[in-house]
């Protein structure tokens, strides 16, 4: 399918992706209110049968997993930003061309205590929890005092250790779940295992299972990035993260202002941290029940400070002593990282601002009207875009001059001084690409592709809050393929190759749509992964708030 040609209101052609945002801003009027994308849903804790429109190929045979909030209120109080909803496990179980659908939420602690009260008692990060009314006054005085504790409220997404499902957030707890009906199994800390406060939501996985992951520890001297290794199998059927170990530890430029991330990257050799200006005042964060603030007050955005990314051997955790610096940027999402003719190539969704993650309160989702336009108005785009990271420099590397001579690629990088180069990206998109209004919740040919050189990546573009779009991009040329249809909201695109697979895009895109115009308008929706055709969708009779990732799981 050709680009669609969205309605702008300012057809000039924007000069670079440095200019992506203002040409933008003016672009957008009448945006659709999604409000009903985040509201509270029920479950449905059994199976239920789908219609299908189409045709799902048969040899997909499997449970496309989704997790994401769910549950926005308990009694008359109420969450106040979008990571803060309880969560919301869902499953579509696809056989032999057919669909069923369930969904459960995680019976987390946090879950089971602000039900039994049926009020919020467990603070979240945009919303701090309010003391017990039915204590007396000085016990309310005192209670302000305690430090807020960790939720395990795993709302982000599933992941993978040792051939178990886990869902998880970005603390130190998570679930692991039973596919078969998706009940809460067994909550697991990671703090019981290695001195880490949490881990992100994204770990990274090597062909024979060997799980990758990165975490914060605080101590009396400030804060450390942590690298994770988890041993790919189980030693005895009660075996969790046994075997975990810090495979290094970064030092933050600021001790008490680490940057905050939301995953890494990873090539064959070399795991990859960007340290960015997102950051995180420790002291604000742990007086925020003191002052009477959520959690997230803790966290802004300082223009003034690089983007740095630190490179560190896989395999020993040596911590390379060359530092690559760019300008401020901010990155959920990274896509891929692999090597080739001695450079690392580094590819993220990245924007030229850090404000997102303060922007998406559920008050600003709910808008309508001119609200709504102004508020997406006001919010940088995420791109697609390629650092090239040189491998081999030594004293003798000249200075001051572009290592990056590979004439497929205008990205630079520069040594100026000892241990530091400076880098400038390349864009991985069109011009097409700002008419959808960015890429966001990037997606590879994970098990063929990653750390490794590929040509296609999906993701959902973003005209709107949530993705309203789902795209493909081919690095040969940097074009679009483009699946659209006004009014409908898909989600993170899942990658499914198939059985006889020879092309890296022989396979098809999951996805699932929503319908805020429409009561129970929800479909699991299948592409053809290489012409993004449509091949057959799943209609769903239930109601579903927009989530954030989720995993295919292959029935064996």
């Known amino acids: 399918m050709p680009p669609v040609k969205l309605d702008t209101s ?36 059994e199976p239920i049968s789908t219609q299908v429109q189409g045709t799902i190929p048969s040899w997909i045979n499997g449970n496309l997993l989704r997790n994401g909030p769910g549950k926005f209120e308990f009694g008359n109080t109420h969450y106040n930003h979008w990571f803060d909803g309880m969560a919301m496990l869902h499953r579509f179980k696809i056989d032999k061309g057919q669909v069923t659908y369930m969904s459960r939420f995680l019976t987390s602690d946090a879950y089971k205590k602000n039900s039994e009260r049926d009020r919020i008692v467990m603070s979240e990060f945009g919303t701090l929890a309010m003391p017990d009314p039915c204590k007396n006054f000085f016990q309310r005085f005192l209670s302000r005092f305690e430090m807020i504790q960790p939720t395990d409220n795993a709302s982000v997404s599933f992941v993978k250790y040792k051939g178990d ?9 998570i679930h692991r779940v039973n596919l078969e009906n998706l009940e809460t199994v067994e909550k697991v800390d990671w703090s019981k295992f290695i001195a880490v406060n949490g881990a992100t939501a994204h770990p990274h996985y ?58 890494f990257g990873m090539s064959e050799n070399y795991m990859v941290f960007i340290e960015q200006p997102i950051k995180m005042d420790l002291l604000k964060i742990v007086t925020c029940k003191l002052r009477g603030r959520a959690l997230s007050e803790g966290i802004y955005w300082d223009p003034k400070l690089d983007t740095v990314f630190h490179l560190v051997d896989k395999r020993t955790g040596e911590v390379s002593s060359t530092k690559y610096h760019t300008k401020a940027i901010s990155t959920f999402h990274q896509i891929n990282a692999f090597e080739e003719d001695g450079f690392l190539m580094l590819d993220i969704c990245c924007q030229d601002d850090g404000e997102a993650i303060n922007n998406y309160l559920i008050q600003n989702l709910r808008k309508s009207g001119e609200a709504l336009d102004e508020m997406y108005n006001s919010l940088s785009r995420p791109f697609p875009r390629r650092f090239v990271l040189p491998l081999n420099i030594t004293s003798e590397t000249e200075v001051g001059q572009n290592l990056n001579t590979r004439p497929s690629s205008n990205a630079t990088c520069v040594i100026v001084s000892k241990d530091k180069v400076f880098c400038q990206h390349e864009d991985l998109h069109g011009d097409d690409l700002i008419e959808y209004g960015g890429l966001e919740f990037p997606q590879i040919n994970y098990d063929r592709c990653n750390t490794r050189p590929y040509r296609y990546f999906y993701g959902c573009g973003f005209r709107h809050l949530v993705g309203d779009s789902l795209l493909k991009m081919d690095l040969t040329d940097k074009t679009l393929k483009v699946w659209y249809q006004k009014g409908f909201y898909p989600s993170e695109p899942v990658f499914v190759p198939s059985p006889d697979a020879v092309e890296e895009d022989d396979g098809v895109i999951l996805s699932v749509v929503l319908t805020p115009s429409q009561d129970k308008g929800t479909f699991l929706l299948v592409l053809d992964a290489k012409t993004f055709e449509e091949l057959g969708r799943a209609n769903v009779p239930v109601n579903m708030a927009y989530g954030f990732h989720g995993a295919f799981s292959a029935s064996a």
């Open 10 to 45: 300012d057809d000039t052609d924007p000069i670079d992706s440095v200019k992506v945002k203002e040409s933008i801003t003016s672009a957008v009027k009448g945006l659709e209110s999604i409000a009903p994308l985040v509201r509270s849903v029920e479950e449905t804790p």
């Open 165 to 173: 499902y886990y869902v998880s957030t970005e603390t130190n707890f």
């Open 206 to 263: 090597d062909p024979d299972g060997t799980s990758y992951n990165m975490g914060n520890s605080y101590g009396s001297k400030g804060a450390m990035y942590n690298f994770i290794r988890v041993p790919p199998e189980k030693k005895d059927a009660t075996d969790t993260l046994q075997g975990a170990k810090i495979l290094c530890s970064i030092v933050p430029a600021n001790k008490s202002h680490p940057s905050y991330y939301h995953s």
